[in-house]
């Protein structure tokens, strides 16, 4: 039942974790892949084993990519956050889709900073961009700390912008690639069900500080959570 996994962090490969969670049973898919544009970009889990080559990134991200479109419900909305080094193959990987792009700004800032969006339903239908402004003002005080603990984080701001944008109260949000957590502490603050996982544990248990902070949520012990096939997953954190 989907009611296992509601408010949870777990440590796993997001492909294990999707593969258990219902058919049809997610709202939004908002997660942010691995980008795969640099030989040597470093997680804390290793090496982005895509190394900057498009093949070897998509072949390690689509199973994922089938998987979330599996477990969203009809109409269900999908935002994947990617690299634009890659958008000449998007419309081979995701069939039609809209791209987003918002732009990140902070009044101690010199330079605007520009991210895009592959934004679709779950049958692959481009959805629109909203009739708001793209300009999203982030807190860079805040932000920059993250950077010392993820390599490449978004800032809450801007999943804050996705999520209000893409889902509505109540709903749950997945983030199969949750790192340091900025969907989740989002999807907190709006009143969202969110549901996050990613390979490392260091992250997982930022993301759940996070979320606590958001709401001010105690951070639970660890536990675990098997499959049918006794095949672990951690729970790094859970809320009530």
Same mark, same amino acid.
């Given at each position: 039942?989907?009611?296992?996994?509601?408010?949870?962090?777990?440590?796993?490969?997001?492909?294990?974790?999707?593969?258990?969670?219902?058919?049809?049973?997610?709202?939004?898919?908002?997660?942010?892949?691995?980008?795969?544009?640099?030989?040597?970009?470093?997680?804390?889990?290793?090496?982005?084993?895509?190394?900057?080559?498009?093949?070897?990134?998509?072949?390690?991200?689509?199973?994922?990519? +089938?998987?979330?479109?599996?477990? #969203?419900?009809?109409? %269900?909305?999908?935002?994947?956050? *990617?690299?634009?080094?890659?958008? $000449?193959?998007?419309?081979?990987?995701?069939?039609?889709?809209?791209?987003?792009?918002?732009? +990140?700004?902070?009044?101690?800032? #010199?330079?605007?900073? %520009?991210?895009?969006?592959?934004? *679709?339903?779950?049958?692959?239908? $481009?959805?629109?961009?909203?009739?708001r402004d793209s300009l999203v003002m982030c807190d860079r005080a805040k932000y920059l700390p993250l950077r010392k603990l993820h390599p490449c984080p978004k800032p809450t701001e801007e999943l804050a912008f996705m999520i209000s944008s893409l889902t509505k109260p109540g709903q749950i949000a997945l983030d199969c690639f949750c790192g340091a957590g900025s969907?989740?502490?989002?999807?907190?603050?709006?009143?969202?069900?969110?549901?996050?996982?990613?390979?490392?544990?260091?992250?997982?248990?930022?993301?759940?500080?996070?979320?606590?902070?958001?709401?001010?949520?105690?951070?639970?012990?660890?536990?675990?959570?098997?499959?049918?096939?006794?095949?672990?997953?951690?729970?790094?954190?859970?809320?009530?």
């Open positions: 039942m989907i009611e296992n996994f509601i408010n949870k962090v777990f440590c796993n490969d997001a492909r294990l974790l999707l593969q258990r969670l219902p058919t049809a049973s997610i709202d939004a898919v908002i997660t942010d892949a691995m980008y795969g544009t640099a030989k040597s970009f470093q997680y804390d889990w290793g090496a982005d084993p895509a190394r900057g080559n498009p093949e070897k990134h998509w072949r390690y991200h689509e199973p994922i990519y +089938r998987e979330c479109l599996r477990v #969203l419900k009809p109409e %269900g909305v999908l935002a994947w956050g *990617q690299g634009g080094k890659f958008v $000449p193959h998007f419309r081979q990987w995701f069939g039609d889709h809209r791209v987003w792009t918002l732009t +990140r700004f902070s009044k101690t800032a #010199l330079l605007a900073i %520009g991210n895009i969006w592959v934004v *679709q339903t779950k049958e692959q239908r $481009p959805i629109e961009f909203p009739h969907t989740l502490a989002a999807a907190e603050a709006l009143n969202r069900k969110w549901i996050g996982s990613d390979l490392s544990r260091r992250y997982c248990q930022i993301a759940m500080k996070r979320v606590a902070d958001a709401r001010m949520l105690p951070v639970l012990p660890a536990g675990e959570l098997r499959d049918g096939n006794s095949a672990a997953c951690s729970v790094v954190g859970s809320a009530p």
